[in-house]
């Protein structure tokens, strides 16, 4: 049973904190472009897939609880510890950085059909205010699941 948690753990990872990683920076193509109603989508979807990835942690816990008595895994083993911690981390920057970001970007552009023909003119070429904020947020939050990776993966 505990390889089956340890799969849906992995599973879930990919498929979960994957685009809570990706997302944020496939949205700053439509802050690039101006265009509100994708940036308000990416948003959702950010918020959405932030808050799904809980699911890895439940699992994770699964198949920490599930784990042979001699692998010695608690909550305390620091490998296990500073990993809660760094996803912890970077879910609050998606969530408290980066969504409300992307909203008020969405919020501050015209209607997507104003722009959508207007490629090459100067309003369009003009970066959202939110842009830096969003591009911080969104490669701190992908660096600390990187770590995240790395610890789940050495063990040290």
Known sequence: MDTVMII???????????????????????????????????????????????????????????????????FTTPWILISIILYAVALAINLAVVVPALRRAADEFPDAGATAGQGGSAAAAVKSREYPRVAMGSGLSALLLVAVVVLMVWKP
């Open 8 to 74: 849906l753990h992995v599973v879930a990872a990919v498929f979960l904190v994957g685009p809570m990683a990706i997302l944020p920076m496939t949205a700053l193509r439509s802050l690039r472009a101006r265009d509100a109603g994708q940036t308000a989508s990416l948003a959702k979807s950010v918020n959405l897939y932030s808050l799904l990835s809980l699911i890895v942690v439940f699992f994770g816990f699964g198949a920490m609880g599930m784990a042979e008595k001699s692998d010695n895994l608690s």
